[in-house]
């Protein structure tokens, strides 16, 4: 079974919002489509993007039974980075989805 | 000021670091060790080492101010308690031992963003600690891939310059930002200590984290390099 785009934006906006959850107040994330991921003008560092990306990988398995890795060296080297924000995470889950069904 | 300068002949502490080649931040030419303002003498693998976002220098009494900001700020409620003044501080960094390299974390326009440290070292048994891992400047590192690139230079270090076997360390288990990161950079969990830290007022687990050399080849340099591949090409307009 694979993602669709709806619930795809809904775990990585979950995700977000549990990063939110380990975040001081002056650190808070805008949990929004539009929120920026990475680059120049990203809300998030690092360390709570790799949080978020082990929540969304795990969540996506919890669902669908399907095992999608967003960090392989395909996606790293992606130009434009699906990290952009994240919609444009949540449309690469679920073309990763779509290419495991 | 840093300066350099000569004082013996090092033998290098393993076959592994004697033929590393580090892009740069590699080990000094054989005859000089390096002191730092205070007249410290460091060994020759105790330099600055360079990435591409992110640079690691060697924490000198200098950095006394900065560190302690971060120290008491809510991002290390996690870590152990440390110094209480400046002068604390200053001294702390003065005494670390030989055992221990303790690095500050700056962009590459020397904005100092957090510490890094790797403890215990062991030559025997050719393992050791990172440990005091701290980012103190959050809006500074928001979008750039800090922890990855500074976590990475620090276990090139261990173990191409170092040529350590084995790095381990123990996380607080309410710090599950940190538990993420570690376990997708590579650590495997190895146990849980409970009650092992008394941390802002409480007991807590620590849970125990290792990485071996074959993992850091296999699985690490991947993933924290991919990581700043991809801050590379966020970055770019």
């Given at each position: 079974?694979?993602?669709t785009k709806d619930r795809a934006l809904e775990l990585v906006l979950?995700a977000l919002?549990?990063?939110?959850?380990?975040?001081?107040?002056?650190?808070?994330?805008t949990v929004a489509p539009d929120t920026q991921l990475f680059?120049?003008?990203a809300?998030?560092?690092?360390?709570?993007?790799?949080?978020l990306?082990?929540?969304v990988?795990?969540?996506?398995?919890?669902?669908?039974?399907?095992?999608?890795?967003?960090?392989?060296?395909?996606?790293?080297?992606?130009?434009p980075s699906p990290f952009r924000n994240a919609d444009t995470l949540s449309d690469y889950m679920v073309e990763?989805?779509?290419?495991?069904? | 000021?840093?300066?350099?300068?000569?004082?013996?002949?090092?033998?290098?502490?393993?076959?592994?670091?004697?033929?590393?080649?580090?892009?740069?931040?590699?080990?000094?030419?054989?005859?000089?060790?390096?002191?730092?303002?205070?007249?410290?003498?460091?060994?020759?693998?105790?330099?600055?080492?360079?990435?591409?976002?992110?640079?690691?220098?060697?924490?000198?009494?200098?950095?006394?101010?900065?560190?302690?900001?971060?120290?008491?700020?809510?991002?290390?409620?996690?870590?152990?308690?440390?110094?209480?003044?400046?002068?604390?501080?200053?001294?702390?960094?003065?005494?670390?031992?030989?055992?221990?390299?303790?690095?500050?974390?700056?962009?590459?326009?020397?904005?100092?963003?957090?510490?890094?440290?790797?403890?215990?070292?062991?030559?025997?048994?050719?393992?050791?600690?990172?440990?005091?891992?701290?980012?103190?400047?959050?809006?500074?590192?928001?979008?750039?891939?800090?922890?990855?690139?500074?976590?990475?230079?620090?276990?090139?270090?261990?173990?191409?310059?170092?040529?350590?076997?084995?790095?381990?360390?123990?996380?607080?288990?309410?710090?599950?930002?940190?538990?993420?990161?570690?376990?997708?950079?590579?650590?495997?969990?190895?146990?849980?200590?409970?009650?092992?830290?008394?941390?802002?007022?409480?007991?807590?687990?620590?849970?125990?984290?290792?990485?071996?050399?074959?993992?850091?080849?296999?699985?690490?340099?991947?993933?924290?390099?991919?990581?700043?591949?991809?801050?590379?090409?966020?970055?770019?307009?």
């Amino acid at each position: 079974m694979s993602i669709t785009k709806d619930r795809a934006l809904e775990l990585v906006l979950a995700a977000l919002a549990s990063a939110n959850e380990e975040l001081d107040a002056s650190e808070q994330v805008t949990v929004a489509p539009d929120t920026q991921l990475f680059g120049a003008d990203a809300q998030i560092n690092s360390l709570t993007l790799v949080s978020l990306i082990v929540d969304v990988e795990q969540a996506v398995d919890d669902e669908t039974g399907q095992s999608i890795s967003l960090t392989d060296e395909a996606t790293m080297n992606r130009d434009p980075s699906p990290f952009r924000n994240a919609d444009t995470l949540s449309d690469y889950m679920v073309e990763l989805s779509n290419a495991g069904d | 000021m840093r300066v350099v300068r000569t004082i013996s002949n090092p033998t290098p502490k393993s076959p592994e670091r004697a033929g590393s080649g580090l892009q740069s931040g590699g080990f000094a030419p054989k005859g000089t060790f390096i002191a730092d303002w205070t007249g410290a003498v460091h060994e020759p693998d105790f330099i600055r080492l360079e990435g591409e976002f992110v640079d690691l220098l060697p924490l000198v009494p200098d950095h006394a101010d900065v560190t302690l900001g971060w120290r008491g700020g809510a991002r290390a409620r996690l870590l152990n308690r440390g110094a209480t003044s400046a002068e604390q501080q200053r001294n702390w960094i003065a005494t670390r031992p030989t055992s221990e390299r303790n690095y500050l974390i700056v962009l590459k326009d020397q904005t100092p963003v957090g510490m890094v440290s790797l403890v215990d070292i062991d030559m025997v048994a050719r393992k050791a600690e990172p440990a005091r891992f701290l980012i103190g400047d959050q809006d500074a590192v928001r979008g750039v891939p800090v922890a990855a690139e500074a976590l990475f230079l620090l276990y090139r270090h261990a173990f191409d310059v170092l040529g350590l076997h084995r790095l381990y360390g123990t996380i607080a288990a309410p710090n599950q930002p940190m538990m993420k990161f570690h376990e997708y950079s590579g650590m495997r969990r190895e146990g849980v200590l409970r009650d092992h830290l008394f941390l802002d007022g409480e007991f807590h687990d620590g849970i125990v984290y290792g990485l071996l050399e074959s993992e850091y080849r296999s699985v690490t340099t991947r993933r924290l390099q991919g990581l700043v591949a991809m801050g590379r090409r966020t970055s770019q307009p």
